[in-house]
């Protein structure tokens, strides 16, 4: 059996980067089993003592941390070194070279990311929008879309529009329906706004629905899950992105974060233009 590793998160403030960062880290190892535990809004001696009391019971610990404070930094690693306790910081050196780059001095003030300033509130403005314009909700303002994104039913569009909300992006999405007039849909949208179109490999998307329908305990909706249907709906998506020259993507085998990155992208390339 392989070593389970007992990963330790510790953070200053929200605790999002430092998640992200393990997830790409542990990315890198496909035999490397661990279970992790995270603490937020860690700013005090007597908060880093008693995870480490708890550290000092289990085996295998790893601490990887994100904390601005230079004395709670200097604490942190010197308790672990003294209990033998792997530490890791993610942001000193960064921090630290940078400051000689820019020959400045760093704030050093957790949670300095998250500042309620225009881009905060754009961000903001910019989720209302995406949620009031989810699976087809037009709107007389659809316009003002950043991005407008379609295709057959599971080929991630809510979620993928949600992460761009998050970026700042205002996406409205739309659904390719039988019984929706895509075509006047298309045309009523500005030529103004990005459109992207989203397919799918009709097997994955049939397994999505049948999960999607497990969950819902629905035992009927045959042709939405009935493999010849669900082709023929990706088929005929392919050719109203064909014919109105829209840019697409496969999402078959993509995360929200790369479809969303790979849109991004594209959104700047035709503004850029």
């Known amino acids: 059996m392989k070593d389970k590793y007992n990963i330790y998160l510790i953070s200053d403030s929200t605790g999002e ?12 190892f ?3 089993v661990y279970d992790m535990k ?8 007597i908060q880093i003592d008693k995870i480490l009391s708890e550290c ?16 709670l930094v200097k604490y942190l690693n010197q308790k ?23 020959n400045q001095k760093a704030t050093h003030k957790p949670s300095g990311q998250h500042v309620l300033d225009d881009e905060y509130y ?17 709107g007389a303002d659809i316009e003002k879309s950043d991005i407008v994104l379609l295709g057959v039913s599971r080929t991630s569009k809510t979620p993928t529009s949600i992460y761009l909300a998050n ?34 490999d009709p097997e994955r998307l049939c397994d999505l629905r049948k999960n999607r329908l497990s969950l ?27 014919k109105y020259g829209l840019p697409t993507i496969d999402v078959t085998r993509k995360s929200v974060e790369e479809t969303a990155a790979s849109i991004i992208k594209i959104y700047e390339i035709k503004n850029a233009k």
């Not at 992200?20 to 990315?27: D, H, S, V, Y």
């Not at 033998?84 to 942001?91: E, K, R």
């Not at 709906?233 to 050719?239: F, G, I, R, T």
């Open 122 to 138: 754009k961000r903001i403005e910019a989720i209302q929008f995406t949620m009031a314009h989810d699976d087809g909700k037009l």
């Open 30 to 32: 496909s035999n490397f």
């Open 38 to 45: 995270h603490f937020a809004f860690v700013r005090t001696n």
């Open 167 to 200: 970026r700042g992006f205002k996406t409205s999405n739309i659904p390719i329906l039988s019984n929706i007039d895509i075509d006047s849909t298309i045309r009523n949208i500005s030529k103004k706004n990005c459109i992207i179109g989203l397919y799918a």
């Open 56 to 71: 000092k019971k289990l085996d295998n610990v790893v601490i990887l941390y994100t904390i601005v404070d230079n004395k």
């Open 216 to 242: 819902l305990n629905e035992q009927k909706y045959s042709k939405y899950i009935n493999i010849d249907t669900i082709t023929k709906e990706v088929e005929s998506s392919k050719k109203v992105f064909l």
């Open 80 to 102: 672990s070194e003294e209990k033998s306790i792997p530490c890791f910081g993610v942001l000193g050196d960064l921090i630290l070279n940078f400051s000689k780059l820019l």
């Open 17 to 28: 980067t430092l998640d992200r960062i393990f997830l790409a880290l542990q990315a890198q």
